[in-house]
């Protein structure tokens, strides 16, 4: 068996350099990877059809990187032409933040629906950069081996450097860099990490100044020029606060037009309160929250399963100095947005746990009068453990008997859009024994006498009670009356909003009963 010819390259290609460039490259593919999900998120939420879009793209990016890297190296095996397919795709990398978010926004326009719109733009914006990486492996596996004897340990050992470099890339995007610094840092430092390493492994070589051309233009206007807004802003919309966390793009804006401070989850408005005191709500969905009321009038103790911009909370402790709220939010930068943009103040009777939901439900005792999850955000971020049967069950645990549960949900009452909704209401029923359905008015529907138009998505209230006493809509109207009556209306839409409760149960035989097990409101979010 003849050896392979020696590697040629413009330097001495030492085992420490090619141990450096597959490691940097892995650990930047996993990287791109990580802002990659961020990137869509924006755009497409982050439901299983995204992350199997980026994990689809990214592996056969590789493969085809794989053969690509191969058959180069073979053609020509030069460290110096290694170096410049490394350096191409950091600067391809750099260009990543500056289209990704207007061609996102023209692919949700375009209507190619939930599974092809992430697909093809994981293609595009991240399939060229993710191919030329994936070609530095077995590309320093033909440069390394000098023997067909040691090829199979040379090629053990750079693809396990390489692994680690992907293990390292990703705790660092997850854990670190896009918590702290944001998505379009992390793509800057992830490409200028890729585009700096032949500057660092080609010491002194003449050919280098070939590469520091293109990278002196680049690389400047990269970290310089600003990019396309991830969220465009309307005609007299200001951006206040702007960041990514671990769980979220947040957004903090201002508009004078209709007197409004907003929070933005991704491209959705979260809440929205007005600009001077007593900082109304301008979204008006967190009224419907006293619905709790026509059940339960005198409610003392509330648990909130999702903070936003604390507003609902921030409602019932004003209205009332006898009750108390543990409102549960699981992003600390959320709770911190709330403090500084939107009025929300810790008390004694507003205590504020950042923590999981479940989790905090599970370690409570109780008894709470109400409960409300105010944590299903449309554009694919339901997170589906607070969906499940099992979950309902131990909310059942911590309601006072005749307790009430509340969730908000954004949905159609009809249509491929009430999917979540109906599921919902299946899963409600089978741990409570009954649910009552309010959708609440548009604004520009209000007043009118026809029907809400089922078709439409809009903020709808499922109740369930803990004892499930029987109601109907004449005792409803009823109860919500006694409390208008009574002077105790506790926001001016209150009855008009009882008065919507559906009648007809919703139909829920073509959707599933959300369990730990099977509960793909991902896949059925819109």
């Known amino acids: 068996?003849?050896?392979?010819?020696?590697?040629?390259?413009?330097?001495?290609?030492?085992?420490?350099?090619?141990?450096?460039?597959?490691?940097?490259?892995?650990?930047?593919?996993?990287?791109?990877?990580?802002?990659?999900?961020?990137?869509?998120?924006?755009?497409?939420?982050?439901?299983?059809?995204?992350?199997?879009?980026?994990?689809?793209?990214?592996?056969?990016?590789?493969?085809?990187?794989?053969?690509?890297?191969?058959?180069?190296?073979?053609?020509?095996?030069?460290?110096?032409?290694?170096?410049?397919?490394?350096?191409?795709?950091?600067?391809?990398?750099?260009?990543?933040?500056f289209y990704a978010h207007p061609f996102c926004r023209a692919l949700v326009q375009s209507n190619l629906g939930e599974r092809m719109g992430p697909l093809l733009a994981t293609l595009v914006l991240?399939?060229?950069?993710?191919?030329?990486?994936?070609?530095?492996?077995?590309?320093?596996?033909?440069?390394?081996?000098?023997?067909?004897?040691?090829?199979?340990?040379?090629?053990?050992?750079?693809?396990?450097?390489?692994?680690?470099?992907?293990?390292?890339?990703?705790?660092?995007?997850?854990?670190?860099?896009?918590?702290?610094?944001?998505?379009?840092?992390?793509?800057?430092?992830?490409?200028?990490?890729?585009?700096?390493?032949?500057?660092?492994?080609?010491?002194?070589?003449?050919?280098?100044?070939?590469?520091?051309?293109?990278?002196?233009?680049?690389?400047?206007?990269?970290?310089?020029?600003?990019?396309?807004?991830?969220?465009?802003?309307?005609?007299?919309?200001?951006?206040?606060?702007?960041?990514?966390?671990?769980?979220?793009?947040?957004?903090?804006?201002?508009?004078?037009?209709?007197?409004?401070?907003?929070?933005?989850?991704?491209?959705?408005?979260?809440?929205?309160?007005?600009?001077?005191?007593?900082?109304?709500?301008?979204?008006?969905?967190?009224?419907?929250?006293?619905?709790?009321?026509?059940?339960?009038?005198?409610?003392k103790r509330i648990l909130v399963i999702g903070g936003g911009g604390g507003i609902g909370p921030r409602k019932f402790t004003s209205d009332d100095p006898d009750v108390v709220v543990d409102l549960v939010e699981i992003d600390p930068v959320v709770v911190e947005v709330a403090k500084r943009w939107f009025h929300l103040v810790e008390t004694e009777r507003l205590r504020i746990h950042v923590e999981d939901g479940r989790r905090f439900v599970r370690r409570s005792r109780g008894p709470y009068d109400l409960v409300i999850l105010d944590a299903y955000t449309i554009g694919g971020q339901i997170p589906f453990h607070l969906t499940t049967q099992e979950f309902m069950k131990d909310i059942q645990r911590v309601l006072a008997p005749g307790g009430v549960l509340l969730a908000n949900i954004n949905s159609s009452l009809e249509g491929r859009k009430s999917r979540v909704l109906r599921s919902e209401a299946k899963t409600f029923e089978s741990v409570f024994g009954g649910v009552h359905v309010f959708p609440r008015r548009m604004e520009f529907e209000r007043g009118k006498l026809e029907p809400v138009d089922r078709l439409r998505t809009r903020n709808v209230m499922l109740i369930a009670l803990n004892g499930n006493e029987p109601w109907d809509k004449a005792g409803v109207i009823r109860s919500a009356a006694a409390i208008v009556a009574a002077g105790r209306q506790p926001t001016p839409t209150f009855y008009d909003d009882a008065v919507e409760y559906l009648e007809t149960p919703l139909p829920t035989h073509d959707v599933p009963l959300l369990t730990d097990d099977h509960a793909p409101v991902d896949t059925m979010a819109f």
């Open 1 to 97: 068996m003849t050896e392979p010819p020696k590697p040629s390259s413009a330097v001495p290609v030492s085992g420490w350099r090619l141990r450096v460039l597959v490691f940097v490259s892995g650990a930047v593919l996993m990287g791109l990877e990580m802002a990659a999900s961020r990137v869509l998120a924006t755009h497409f939420g982050s439901s299983i059809y995204v992350w199997g879009a980026i994990i689809s793209v990214f592996l056969a990016a590789l493969s085809v990187g794989y053969v690509l890297g191969g058959k180069l190296a073979d053609a020509r095996p030069s460290f110096f032409l290694l170096n410049t397919v490394v350096f191409a795709a950091g600067c391809w990398q750099l260009l990543i933040p």
């Open 126 to 299: 991240f399939g060229g950069p993710s191919i030329l990486m994936g070609m530095a492996s077995p590309f320093a596996v033909r440069l390394a081996a000098r023997s067909m004897e040691k090829l199979g340990i040379v090629a053990g050992q750079l693809y396990a450097i390489s692994t680690f470099g992907s293990i390292a890339g990703t705790l660092l995007t997850a854990f670190w860099l896009i918590p702290d610094f944001g998505v379009r840092t992390v793509l800057l430092v992830l490409a200028a990490a890729l585009a700096a390493l032949p500057f660092v492994l080609l010491p002194g070589s003449r050919a280098i100044f070939l590469l520091a051309a293109p990278l002196a233009v680049i690389g400047p206007a990269a970290f310089i020029l600003e990019p396309p807004e991830t969220v465009p802003l309307r005609a007299g919309q200001r951006k206040l606060f702007e960041t990514d966390s671990a769980y979220h793009h947040i957004l903090v804006t201002e508009d004078d037009a209709w007197d409004a401070r907003w929070l933005q989850f991704n491209n959705y408005i979260e809440s929205g309160v007005g600009l001077r005191p007593p900082w109304p709500t301008r979204t008006t969905y967190t009224d419907s929250f006293e619905l709790a009321r026509v059940f339960r009038p005198d409610l």
